[in-house]
Structure formats: structure tokens, C-alpha cells
């Protein structure tokens, strides 16, 4: 039967029309084009910080005793993270042709939580999968990308703002780029990866999609005073363009 | 020229080119920016600072940092403020506590006089018989005693926030041992955070003008430059991270220390921590020792040096150790006479500087000497001195009258050794130097400076070196190594110092004044007198703790940093024993009074949303909370809905049910272990209601078991329990061996309920599934698509309709949502809401988990016998049911329809004879049955079919009758068709 496609809101969909976003499709999700201005969105990340809603990212969550002999093959051995860090990778889909970028994030040492782009999740999961019939052992492939949430902090005082909410041990030296770790943020059960972007501080915090916006709100809240702002793919476009 | 203020000086830390403007108690007081509300107010005038807690009596400032609770005042509706450290800000309106109608004139002084009526403890003796006076005298003491008053209507202060730290060294307090530990450790690479309570860093040395000596590279500078050098250094390190102003109220386990800056709590997590928290002056006890006019040595030099206030015209210095002379040369130094120093030590040092100076100059050095009562109508007058004998009693007969209008103390210190007491040191009375100093260290804490009972700035300088090396030693820094002999060099150098400073120490004993009949005060937070303190001994509450809480010394605001040591002392006295002997009172945090909404901080409430919350909205739901969960109560009204539902078709949005995804070779194998159903047996396709409970066969929670593959199942929770749920699963799976593992997908998936006689035709039109009878039956479910999306499938009835659980990946819901609303149009669709749901649910008997049952329901006795399978080799909860079965059920929950149109309540009681037996779980009125219906545990005699009940209700009693099967569709043919 002929429907039309359906739209994939995130759980902050009614928070971005209220701040008045503009939304664009972005691989059959809505998502905030921009606020206000890009350019000043940009800006403003740069001298304080900002947050952007970056739920769409695909999220595949691997567990099992021999979860870590899924990844072999995706890393030489001396990158492959250790508990508490993330690395990026490349996947290959059963093509051999098309290649997907994934930070993988590794929990535990058997549990990762593998993060892509959000066009690209499916063939992630398809090359993913190959992997563990690969392995055939206890290794267990989830796809959460409609259960977690992700909202990510960029930007000089992201880490302030950030201390404010967590206490974990986000000092520099300890919590360097690409470290991942679980604990409590605003009382709720999250993930937090720190994945700058080139020299911006920037952070990004999982949460189950049903805390989505009382998470987006407490961020904003408690950002008040480092006068955080919410930034859209555009002015997250002339972020990494110039990283 | 302003002439209320003293001359420039180098310490000053007022800026005279700003002027601040503020009211006290009416009047408009000028400041400048960097006064104090007390230094500015005291400037232009004011002496009575507050009235005491119990008596009234006058108080002015004493203690000038914040240490006492003379100063306390309401100032922009904030009670109890130490207006000593509050910094002045323009408009600020202050006002004056416990004080009627002015602190002048406070008609409550008359209490002063009553104390024969009101000795010590006196609430647990007089105002007690008979019995009804009490609750009338309480009331009048509440209004006339105590401190500030919180005004209940004010807007509820905005600002409180909280944050948390990390670091490697914390270094609480930032006097020269502070600022020296500090840089000492992160030279040597640590990361080290310093937290001080002062508007500047320097501690003590900030007020200090004479030049000292035996300080190696400082030598013959002045204490205030000497501060200035170390700040500056340390300020200068990247290492350093400064809190300032903020003080660490408490050390609590695994190194937190509570740390307030204003109206933040930073939660400051350290590996190591060096206490140099100084040590705070307290006051000798004499008759009328709380007049205003009597301050503390250090006191003085406040006000002279960082406020330029001039504290009197006529001083007596009363010492007995070296630091009284600096605070009389500065007195001097500031033009004000000095009658007299009176140092109760028998010989003085005659090389030291500041004595020779006074000398000089021809100030009085009476030694032997001390002050044996000061006088004065609400402020000081004159003070009686008199000579001591060997044994250091006053002489009887031999005091003199010296007429002044200020009294300095300078006679003792007590180490702020809190913090170490927090963190697992142990102090103890040193006898040499007369103070309770740190003799323990824990292997994580290290002091330095005034805290180790040591006052001697060569000394506090090595320390404060010492410490911050092996800090940094500690935590295994490679150029901490290097720092190894420098470390024990000073070492030697400091053990060498502290010999010769305990050669020259001559401690006295506590100079108990001869009681006149004035008072002498002890607590001056709780106005607790030398008399009392005695009389307490006297009845028998002789250990220091009995005697503290009987009393309530140090109980007060300042929590014994003024009264700790004279306390002890005298209870030492009145029984005989050493100082050591007695001991001291545990020191609990907070160590500062903290208002308790910097401990709140921001109200944090979790809040959970469905994907379809908005639509509950759009369509005007009333929306309640279910735990953490919003979700919507109606629509339009459960009794409306409810007929929808049973009549044409309804939706509901049941995305708040835990879901768990299970994989894994041994899934199957855990959930025989922890439901009492069997699921290895459970064909793919299939769906089978569970139920798990606990070793002693209580009923934990139950769902929905979905088999959709060999080792891939589907688990549904009740709302609200899936956290835990899967947290009990892990623990039975751990180390067990198995492989599973669980994943929570319940905020990924959007879940709605279709259910009516035309869900069918509804969802036939979404779906190219064939939904028929036959081919997909009650208790199956499918993947396919609904509106294009991709979704699974479950046939079950909650409500006991024919119907269907829709689950989709949570992004696409409000689309699935609104394509079902728009197919099921024509055929009445609804949405409906909880109540409706808790209604239909209810007249088809199915039990909701927490409500329906309790910490002490079994399944069995839950009537769900069925979902208990015996044969099961093993599953948690079996020996107990067993057990349970064998000796036979006591209770029974039960169905029951009441008779007539009455009403009953969930919890309301079922009697037998007059006496409660039982309780209802549920109640509603069924639109079905135009009756309320509901579930009740009853004990088993009285739950066969048909058996009449009575309910106790709203005062009356109601008539039910047990109904065995479900009200509605007894045979669940809705359900299946």
C-alpha cells in the first residue's frame, strides 16, 4: 500500500519549533536547521557553549563475553579502545564498496556502544552483524538508536556547564578527548563521550529517549550562566568546517 | 577628609574612592566598596551589635571574622547573617534580631534579671507541672529567646546550585602554610585546588604590620608583605585551581569535602588533603565578659588594618602570650592609649621586638596580671585587673579599677582542627602548648601551620613546605622524588624550631575569676555561664558530652570556636581530672552553619515523556504522574472512553511499559529461572504472560514474554518497574556462566494499544498482515509494518477486548499514531486514558502489580495459581510457594460487586464482627454492571464464591458480594475473538 514516508521526530522535536528552529529532513529525520543565525550560533559555541540536539545518530549496542572479537578486525591492535575509550573506525558493508565512519565507544570490556552518522546506520548494523556471525560466540548486537537520546555540549564552558550535572571526573587530564563513561547526569542514567571538535571542547551525553527533554531543559537551565544557546546542523556545519 | 576612619594603611582592603550607601534599622550608613556591614557600621557609631539568645544582654562585635555570633543580623531578609564577613552592597537593608523595640533599648532585658527563674536546664524543671503549662510556656520562650526569623512569605530565594570537582590536592586554607603547601605540591606537579574563606588570600599575616624574623628569605618583611609574595607566587601557578571566597564545611568518606561559595555547593573530591585551617582566638571567662567593648586581639587588628576603624580610645590589652604585644603596638600605632598590658605569664621575653617597643614608649607591662571583671553599662567602662598568685588565682582584695573603653583578649588559641576529626585524625591536648593539636594523621591528610598548635611563623613556613611535599609524594609524582632530601632537611630544621618553641612556652592554668554574682560567660550563643557549667557538673552530667548537650554549650551558632576550650576546662576543673582526661565533644559537620538552601541546590525532577506526549496534549488530555511518568488520565471521560473501548475501538498509549530485549544461547534458560511460568518451551510466535517473584514467593512484577527467535525474546514490564526488572535478571545471570543479556529498549519503542470489537478493521487498513482468528491468534505476535513502519505485533488484551500492541521504533510513533486515529475514524475511534484502562482492566479481573498486590501477596494466593508451574525444575520463589501450598492459603484476593449504588475506596477495610480482616486493593464503578466493582484481599474463610462482605466506608458500612469469575466476558470470548 502507498503511504508516505514516515517522518522520525526526535523527542525534542516540540522543544526546537518552540525556540522557533527551522526544520529540515536529514536522512528522513527532522532535525534544527538553525535557531536564529548560524553564524552568530556558531559564534556564541565558540565563546561559551551550545548545545545541539544529535539524536538521529545511529547507536548500536554490542554485549557479550567475546564482544571484543567483533571489533579485532576494525582496529590494529594497539588502537583497539580500551574500556573507557572511544576510537573511530571504519566499517565495510557486505559489498566490500561502501564504507561507514563509527565511533566506537567501548562501555566495559564487554559491552560498546558503536555511534554513526544517521544515513548510515542501517548498512553500520548490516556490516556490524557480519562481524558477529563472524564471530559466532556470545556477542550480541542491539540497535538503539530510537531508545537513546543524545544532545551534544560544545564549546569553552561545556565542561563547566557539565560539572554542574555530573560527578563524574571530567578534569582535562583524566577525561581526555575520546573517553567515554556512565554515571549520573541531572539524576538521570547517562553516557558521556568527550569528542572535541578539532580544537572546541565538546561532549556527548546519552540519555534513555523518554528523559530527552527534561534533559534538554535542565542543559539549558543550569547553561543560564555561561549563556548557553541551542545551535542547529547549520551552524554545526561551520563547526567542524573550521575544526 | 572622612573622619571616622583611621588613616591610609597598607592592609587596607576598603576602597575609599567608592562610596556604598545602606540602611540599618532606618538610618542610611555610608560605606566604602570592601568594608563589612559590621566594620562600616561599627564606623559610623553603632556598639550593640545584637541581644543575647536567653538574657538580652547587649553584644557588639568580638570576634570580627565571623567566628562568634555577636554580629548576626537579618540583612535583605536573610536572618542570621554574619554581618562581620558580609560585604557592604548599596541599598542593602539591614535589620537587627531578637531586639524589641531597638538593640538600644530591649524591653526582653528584663530577663536578665530572672535568672534565678531560668537556671540551666531549666525547661526539664520548671513549666512542666501541671501538665498543661507546658505547651503555653513553650510558646512564650519560642517567641523570646533565639536568633533571626525566617520570613515564611518571602519568594523563595533563587541562585542555589550545586557542581562538582575534582582534584589531586586540596588544600583548605590560604594563610602562608596554605599558600606554601600549595605551591610546594604543584611545583612538584600536582593538581592542587585551595579553598579560603577570606576576601583575600594571606590568612592571619593579611593583618599583621610587624616585620618578622627566622623566615629565611622573608626575614624583616612584614606579615602583610609576606602575604602578598605568596599569593602572588601561587596565584602565578597553572596548578593551582582557587576557590575564594568559600569555606569547606565538612570532610566526608572517600575524600569529599563540602565546600560553599555564596549560594554554591561544590562537591570537591581530593586524593590528598593538607589542613591548614589556622586556629581561631577565644575568649577568657570573666564576670561580664560579653559587654560590648571586650573584642579579640586579632579583632582589633581588623578593624584597625583592613577597615581603618578606630575600635576605642582607651585599651586594655589582656595576654598572655607574645601576640598581645603586636595587637598593642598596633593600637598604639593607630593613636589610640593603651592603659595597660596585663600578660598573665610570670616572666616575659625581654628580646621580644614589639615588648621593647611598648617599653619604650612607657605603656604599662603589668605580668602576673589579669582581668578580673569588666564593668559597664552596656558597654565597657572600666575593667578591674588583679595579680595572680603561684597557683594563678587572682589575689584576693589586690584588684585594681582601670577605666577604658576597650578590652582586647589575646589569651589563647584553639587549633580549627574539625576537618581533621571529619577525615579519621585523632587530636588530643598537647600539655606544653596547652591546645588540642592533631597527633594522628590519616595516611591521606597532612597539616600545617596555626592547626598544629604551633603560633610561630618559621615554623608554619616549613610546615606548610613539608606537607605539600609529601602530598605530592604520595600520589607517586615523578618530580616529587627529586624533592626528597629538601623535604627532610626541613625536616630537621623544623623539628630543631618547634623545641625551642616549646622551651619557652609557659602555659597557665585556666584563671577561674572569683564569682560575684555577674556573669560570667561561657556559651555566648546559648548563654551558658561558668555558673552553669558548674551547676550541670553538680547534677550529675560530668562527661563532656552529657554535659554539652545538657547545657547546650557549643551548641549554638559558632558550634565551640569561641567555648570549646573553656568548656572543657572547666569541666575538667569541677571533676577533677586533666584536661586530656576530659576530652572533646565529636566535631560533626557542617563546621559553619550552611543554609540549607545551598544543600539543596537546584530542584532537580526527573520527568519521563512518551513519544506521544504531545498528542496527549494537542488533544487535550488531563495529565497525570505515574512515578516519573507523565501520561494522560482522560480525554474526554473515563466513562465515555470506557464505552468507546467496549463498544467501537480505542487507543491508548501504553509506551511506558518496560521493555526488555533478551538475547542470548541461554535467554530462555534465565527466564525459566525467574518467572515462575515456563518460557523454554514457548514456541517463536508466541506470547505468554509471567510473573516473577522472590525467594519467599513474593510477587515481584509481572508481563509479557515474547519468543522471537530460539534465543531473541521480547519482555513487557508493569510501568514503572523495568530498572529493576532488569537489574534482577542481571544479578540471577551473574556468574552463572550464561549467556544473556539484557537491553533496555523501553524509550525506543513507541507501544500503543488498539483494542475493541473494531480494532481489527481498523489496523486491517495499515497493515497487509493478515489479522484474521485464525492466522493471528490471541497470545501471538508478528513483525510487519503498520503505515509503513516497521513494527511488532502482539495480541493480548489488557483491557479484554479483541486488540492489538502496536510497538514502533519510538521516532515514527506520532506518525503510526495519527495514521491509526485517521483509519479509525469512521468507525468511532477514541483515544482513551489511564482511568479508562484501570476501569476495563478491573471487570475483566487482571491485576495490576503494586496495586493490586503487596510485599506479602503470593501468586497463589493472587489467584494466578495457573501461571505457577511446579514441575519446573528450578525457579526463584519455588521452595517458598511450595512450602505455601503445603500448609495451605491464608488470604485470598477476591472480586466483589457492591450491592447497592454505595461507593468504596482502594484501602478501605473489610469487616467481620466489627473488626477490620481485610482491605480492598481496587475499586471503580463499572459502566458495564452500573455497580462499583472491585478486588479485596480477604482471609480464606470468607472467600468462597457468593460469600456476603461488608466494607467499611466513609463511616458507614457497605454490602458486597464475592464474585469469583471476571464481571465482564467471564470466558474471555471478546478477548480471543
Known amino acids: 500500500m502507498a503511504v508516505p514516508r514516515p517522518t522520525k521526530r526526535t523527542a525534542l522535536h516540540y522543544s526546537h519549533l518552540a525556540l522557533g528552529a527551522v526544520m529540515v529532513d536529514d536522512n528522513g529525520w527532522q532535525r534544527p536547521e538553525q535557531y536564529g543565525s548560524p553564524e552568530e550560533e ?28 567483533v571489533l579485532e578486525p576494525l582496529f590494529s591492535p594497539d588502537a583497539l579502545p580500551r574500556a573507557g575509550q572511544a576510537q573511530w573506525t571504519i566499517l565495510k558493508t557486505s559489498d566490500g564498496v561502501t564504507e561507514v565512519r563509527g565511533l566506537c565507544c567501548r562501555l566495559g570490556s564487554d559491552h560498546v556502544l558503536m555511534i554513526t552518522g544517521p544515513g548510515t546506520v542501517a548498512a553500520a548494523e548490516q556490516a556490524l552483524k557480519r562481524h558477529v556471525e563472524v564471530v559466532d560466540g556470545c556477542a550480541h548486537l542491539t540497535n538503539l538508536t530510537s531508545a537513546l537520546a543524545a544532545v551534544e555540549l560544545v564549546g569553552p564552558y561545556s565542561r563547566n556547564l557539565l560539572c554542574k550535572l555530573t560527578a563524574l571526573d571530567l578534569s582535562l587530564s583524566q577525561f581526555p ?8 547526569v541531572a539524576q538521570v542514567h547517562a553516557l558521556v563521550v568527550r569528542a572535541d571538535i578539532g580544537s572546541e571542547l565538546a561532549y556527548e551525553i546519552y540519555c534513555g529517549r523518554e528523559f530527552a527533554e527534561y534533559l534538554w531543559h535542565t542543559l539549558r537551565d543550569a547553561g543560564q550562566e555561561f549563556a548557553a544557546v541551542p545551535f542547529g546542523a547549520a551552524a554545526q556545519r561551520l563547526l567542524r568546517v573550521g575544526a | 577628609m572622612d573622619t571616622s576612619r583611621l588613616p591610609s594603611h597598607p592592609a587596607q582592603e576598603i576602597d575609599c574612592t567608592q562610596k556604598v550607601t545602606f540602611s540599618f534599622a532606618g538610618r542610611q550608613i555610608t560605606a566604602y566598596a570592601g568594608d563589612t556591614v559590621a566594620a562600616a557600621l561599627y564606623a559610623a557609631g553603632v556598639r550593640i551589635f545584637s541581644r543575647s539568645f536567653k538574657y538580652h544582654r547587649p553584644r557588639g ?15 535583605d531578609g536573610t536572618p542570621n547573617v554574619r554581618t562581620c564577613l558580609e560585604p557592604v552592597r548599596e541599598g542593602l537593608q539591614v535589620h537587627p534580631q531578637n531586639a524589641w523595640p531597638s538593640l538600644q533599648w530591649d524591653a526582653l532585658a528584663v530577663i536578665d534579671k530572672l535568672d534565678r527563674l531560668l537556671p540551666i536546664g531549666f525547661y526539664y524543671k520548671t513549666f512542666i507541672q501541671p501538665r498543661f503549662v507546658w505547651p503555653l510556656a513553650e510558646q ?42 600549595a605551591r610546594e605540591a604543584a611545583l612538584l606537579g600536582a593538581r592542587v585546588t585551595l579553598i579560603d574563606d577570606q576576601p583575600a588570600l594571606g590568612g592571619h599575616l593579611r593583618i599583621q604590620t610587624a616585620a618578622y624574623t627566622g623566615v629565611s628569605e ?8 609576606i602575604a602578598h609574595r605568596l599569593r602572588e607566587t601561587v596565584k602565578s601557578l597553572p596548578g593551582v585551581d582557587i576557590i575564594s571566597p568559600a569555606f569547606a564545611f565538612g570532610c566526608y568518606e572517600g575524600g569529599l569535602l563540602g565546600v560553599v561559595r555564596g549560594k554554591r555547593l561544590i562537591h570537591l573530591r581530593t586524593k590528598r588533603l593538607v589542613v591548614a585551617t589556622g586556629c581561631y582566638e577565644y575568649p577568657p571567662v570573666f564576670p561580664n565578659n560579653d559587654l560590648p567593648g571586650v573584642m579579640l586581639g586579632s579583632s582589633v587588628q581588623r578593624l584597625l588594618h583592613l577597615y581603618r576603624v578606630k575600635p576605642g580610645n582607651r585599651a586594655l590589652v589582656v595576654t598572655n602570650n607574645d601576640f598581645g604585644f603586636r595587637v598593642a603596638c598596633d593600637l598604639v600605632a593607630a593613636s589610640i592609649e593603651v592603659a595597660a598590658v596585663v600578660d598573665a605569664r610570670t616572666s616575659l621575653l625581654e628580646h621580644n621586638d614589639q615588648l621593647q617597643q611598648l617599653r619604650a614608649i612607657g605603656v604599662p607591662i603589668l605580668a602576673s596580671y589579669s582581668i578580673q571583671e569588666a564593668r559597664g553599662r552596656k558597654h565597657v567602662q572600666e575593667a578591674l585587673i588583679a595579680p595572680l598568685d603561684a597557683q594563678g588565682r587572682p589575689v584576693a582584695n589586690a584588684a585594681r579599677s582601670l577605666s577604658c573603653d576597650l578590652i582586647c583578649l589575646s589569651t589563647g588559641f584553639v587549633p580549627a582542627g574539625a576537618l581533621l576529626s571529619q577525615s579519621g585524625c585523632r587530636l588530643a591536648y598537647d600539655a606544653t602548648l596547652g591546645e588540642i593539636v592533631p597527633q594522628q594523621l590519616a595516611p591521606t591528610v597532612f597539616t600545617a601551620g596555626d592547626v598544629s598548635g604551633v603560633h610561630h611563623l618559621p615554623a608554619t613556613l616549613l610546615q606548610g613546605q613539608i606537607a605539600g611535599i609529601q602530598a605530592a609524594a604520595s600520589l607517586g609524582l615523578p618530580a616529587a622524588e627529586a624533592a626528597h632530601d629538601r623535604c627532610t632537611n626541613s625536616q630537621q630544621e623544623l623539628a630543631e624550631i618547634e623545641r625551642q618553641y616549646r622551651l619557652q612556652m609557659q602555659t597557665r592554668p585556666l584563671v577561674s575569676s572569683p564569682r560575684n554574682g555577674k556573669k560570667q560567660f561561657v556559651c555566648l550563643c546559648e548563654d551558658v555561664t561558668e555558673t552553669d557549667l558548674c551547676d550541670s557538673v553538680a547534677e550529675g552530667f560530668n562527661e563532656i558530652e552529657l554535659l ?7 551548641m549554638g551558632p559558632c558550634q565551640g570556636k569561641m ?6 576546662g572547666i569541666c575538667a576543673r569541677e571533676t577533677g581530672r586533666s584536661i586530656a582526661e576530659t576530652g572533646t565533644t565529636t566535631a560533626r559537620p557542617p563546621i559553619q552553619p550552611v543554609s540549607l538552601g545551598v544543600l539543596a541546590g537546584r530542584r532537580y525532577h526527573p520527568v519521563k515523556r512518551t513519544p506521544l506526549h504531545s498528542k496527549h496534549v494537542a488533544l487535550g488530555a488531563e495529565m497525570m504522574d505515574l512515578g516519573e511518568w507523565k501520561r494522560p488520565y482522560a480525554y474526554t471521560s473515563p466513562a465515555e472512553e470506557h464505552k468507546a473501548v467496549r463498544e467501537r475501538v480505542g487507543l491508548i498509549d501504553v509506551s511506558t511499559l518496560g521493555k526488555l530485549d533478551v538475547k542470548g544461547r541461554d535467554a530462555a534458560r534465565l527466564l525459566d529461572k525467574v518467572y515462575t511460568h515456563i518460557f523454554s518451551t514457548l514456541p517463536v510466535g508466541r506470547v505468554r504472560y509471567g510473573i516473577m517473584c522472590d525467594d519467599s514467593g513474593v510477587i515481584l512484577d509481572d508481563g509479557t514474554v515474547s519468543r522471537l527467535a530460539e534465543d531473541h525474546f521480547f519482555i513487557t514490564t508493569t510501568t514503572g518497574n523495568v530498572e529493576f526488572v532488569e537489574q534482577w535478571f542481571k544479578s540471577w545471570a551473574a556468574g552463572s556462566g550464561m549467556c544473556v543479556h539484557l537491553t533496555n529498549v523501553t524509550a525506543g519503542l513507541a507501544a500503543m494499544n488498539l483494542a475493541g470489537p473494531q480494532a481489527r478493521a481498523v489496523l486491517s487498513q495499515l497493515t497487509d498482515l493478515d489479522l484474521s482468528a485464525p492466522a493471528f491468534p490471541y497470545l501471538t505476535c508478528a513483525h510487519s509494518t503498520v503505515a509503513g513502519v516497521p513494527a511488532l505485533l502482539l495480541r493480548i488484551g489488557f483491557v479484554g477486548e479483541s486488540g492489538w500492541e502496536i510497538h514502533v521504533p519510538a521516532e515514527c510513533g506520532e506518525h503510526v499514531w495519527d495514521a491509526v486515529m485517521k483509519a479509525g475514524h469512521e468507525f468511532g475511534i477514541a483515544p482513551f486514558g489511564v482511568e479508562a484502562q484501570r476501569i476495563l482492566r478491573l471487570e475483566k479481573k487482571h491485576l495490576i502489580v503494586g496495586q493490586d498486590t503487596d510485599a506479602l501477596s503470593s501468586p497463589l494466593e493472587a489467584d494466578m495459581g495457573w501461571a505457577v508451574k511446579f514441575d519446573k525444575e528450578d525457579f526463584v520463589g519455588k521452595k517458598a510457594l511450595v512450602s505455601l501450598q503445603q500448609q495451605g492459603l491464608r ?44 478486588l479485596a484481599w480477604v482471609p480464606m474463610e470468607i472467600a468462597a464464591d457468593g460469600t456476603p462482605l461488608q466494607i467499611h466506608t466513609n463511616g458507614a458500612i457497605a454490602l458486597a458480594d464475592i464474585v469469583g469469575s471476571p464481571f465482564y466476558d467471564p470466558e474471555g470470548k471478546r478477548l480471543r475473538a
Do not use: W
Not at chain 1, 556558531?42 to 554490542?62: F, T
Not at chain 1, 578527548?177 to 556512565?182: E, H, M, P, R, V
Not at chain 2, 554539652?548 to 557549643?554: A, D, E, L
Not at chain 2, 567555648?563 to 572543657?568: D, K, N, P, T, V
Open chain 1, 42 to 69: 556558531a559564534q556564541a559555541v565558540r565563546a561559551g557553549v551550545g548545545l545541539c540536539d544529535i539524536s538521529p545518530v545511529g547507536k548500536l549496542d554490542l554485549k557479550g563475553k567475546e564482544s571484543v572479537r
Open chain 1, 177 to 184: 578527548d575520546l573517553t567515554c563513561a556512565q554515571g549520573s
Open chain 2, 61 to 75: 562585635l568580638l570576634c570580627c571574622s565571623g567566628r562568634c555570633p555577636n554580629c548576626l543580623m537579618n540583612v
Open chain 2, 140 to 181: 512564650v520562650l519560642r517567641r523570646i529567646a533565639g536568633l533571626g526569623k525566617v520570613d515564611h512569605q518571602a519568594q523563595a530565594k533563587e541562585g542555589y546550585d550545586h557542581q562538582y570537582q575534582h582534584t589531586e590536592v586540596a588544600v583548605v586554607g590560604g594563610g602562608p602554610a596554605g599558600l606554601v603547601a
Open chain 2, 218 to 225: 622573608y626575614t624583616g618583611l612584614r606579615g602583610l608583605d
Open chain 2, 548 to 554: 554539652k548537650r545538657y547545657s547546650t554549650v557549643s
Open chain 2, 563 to 568: 567555648c570549646a576550650m573553656a568548656s572543657i
Open chain 2, 891 to 934: 488470604q485470598k484476593l477476591v472480586g466483589f460487586v457492591l450491592r447497592d449504588g454505595s461507593l468504596v475506596e482502594g484501602g478501605s477495610a473489610v469487616i467481620v464482627n466489627g473488626k477490620p480482616v481485610g482491605r480492598v486493593a481496587s475499586a471503580r464503578v463499572s459502566p458495564y454492571l452500573g455497580k462499583c466493582i472491585g
